[in-house]
């Protein structure tokens, strides 16, 4: 994704031109004498405040230190975004509109609303200006990904997706011990809440593990094998995939929101060493195999270092650094285009298997529940 050089922030600018000038040769925008770029105030706003977006103002403003300013809150429920306002900052607005015509010098913002609002919504803040965290999945559809990053491109903008679990301090801490996977059992498992029904589990839960496992296998889909099923909503509520990669890795996901416990493991296999990551202990195991004089192989156990930064907090202040530095995010757009493509191709295969095991009456009684 390009950005624009020349929009670094204003105090950068006023670094880089006054020791530029008093050395009397042109400024290079970023670089200042000793590497230093002053924390002017960032104006950021938040843009769909409900189970999720609210977590985004609270971070907001508790990096505040490092140069945050909470400047807007934006919900369709102008009552909500008063009280989000009220306990966590800035002002309470019912449109994007309204927003941009106070805020003015608002130079970043997280899109939260629901998915099938995320082209409009990041569209029209990048094209006045402002640098977006759009949440996890990117957009709808492909079609509407391809425009967010065409906007963006042309732009200039910073753009990141909200994949939270790359994040995660024991994800942080599992990429050291990566070295070729191939095999992966992921579990993704949740408590039934009316939270996010406007998609499916694919795209609701599943999508983080496909984020981690494309980036960790870091290879090509070649296969895959879906089914779901809709239990309790009208969209798939239980699925399980099973992937083939081009390099020969396997991975194997079950996500459900209909569980009675909460499971968040990734496992994964890789020569002479087998991996669990915990994402919501935060933990990291590992065991190892290492030849030994005596020809028996010695089983060594192995728990990195695991930092104790919320994820949330970890995302933004990577997000507020791309914006100040005018760098390339951590996860890009075509990183959530490359998760949302194959959740989508996903949801292909689990309609096809709907359709030959006859489902359908299934899904119209699931549909009524809702």
């Known amino acids: 994704m390009g950005v624009v050089p020349n929009q670094a922030p204003r105090g950068m600018r006023h670094c880089v031109l006054t020791r530029c000038a008093k050395r009397g040769f042109p400024p290079a925008v970023g670089i200042c004498e000793n590497q230093m770029v002053t924390q002017e105030k960032l104006s950021v706003a938040v843009i769909g405040v409900g189970s999720f977006g609210q977590n985004h103002a609270r971070v907001y403003q508790e990096l505040a230190a490092e140069g945050a300013e909470l400047v807007a809150v934006v919900d369709a429920d102008l009552a909500r975004a008063q009280s989000i306002a009220q306990a966590h900052g800035g002002q309470a607005f019912a449109s994007v509109d309204e927003m941009l015509a106070a805020t003015?010098?608002?130079k970043a913002a997280s899109?939260?609303?629901?998915?099938?609002?995320?082209?409009?919504a990041a569209r029209q803040l990048m094209e006045r200006g402002v640098d977006v965290l759009i949440e996890k999945p990117l957009a709808v559809t492909l079609a509407e990904a391809d425009e967010l990053i065409a906007v963006a491109t042309k732009l200039g903008r910073v753009a990141q997706v909200g994949h939270l679990e790359r994040f995660n301090p024991a994800v942080r801490a599992t990429w050291q011990l990566l070295t070729r996977p191939m095999f992966f059992e992921v579990h993704r498992l949740s408590v039934f809440t009316p939270r996010s029904l406007d998609v499916d589990v694919v795209l609701d839960l599943m999508i983080h593990d496909l984020d981690i496992v494309l980036k960790m296998a870091n290879s090509p889909v070649r296969e895959l094998r879906a089914v779901g099923l809709p239990v309790l909503t009208g969209k798939v509520d239980i699925a399980n995939v099973r992937i083939e990669f081009e390099s020969g890795c396997i991975a194997n996901f079950t996500a459900s929101r209909i569980s009675t416990e909460r499971v968040r493991k990734l496992r994964f296999f890789q020569p002479a060493q087998y991996v669990s990551l915990d994402y919501s202990r935060r933990d990291?195991?590992?065991l190892s195999i290492k030849p030994t004089a005596g020809g028996t192989p010695e089983i060594v156990p192995f728990k990195p270092e695991v930092s104790a930064e919320e994820p949330l907090r970890a995302e933004l202040s990577s997000f507020l650094k791309a914006v100040r530095e005018r760098s390339t995010p951590e996860v890009t757009l075509a990183d959530g285009r490359a998760a949302l493509a194959l959740a989508l191709?996903?949801?292909q295969q689990m309609a096809e298997h709907q359709k030959r095991a006859h489902l359908d009456e299934l899904m119209k009684g699931a549909a009524g529940l809702r």
């Open 104 to 106: 003015p010098n608002l």
């Open 111 to 120: 899109v939260a609303v629901p998915t099938v609002a995320h082209l409009a």
């Open 284 to 286: 990291v195991f590992s």
């Open 345 to 347: 191709e996903i949801q």
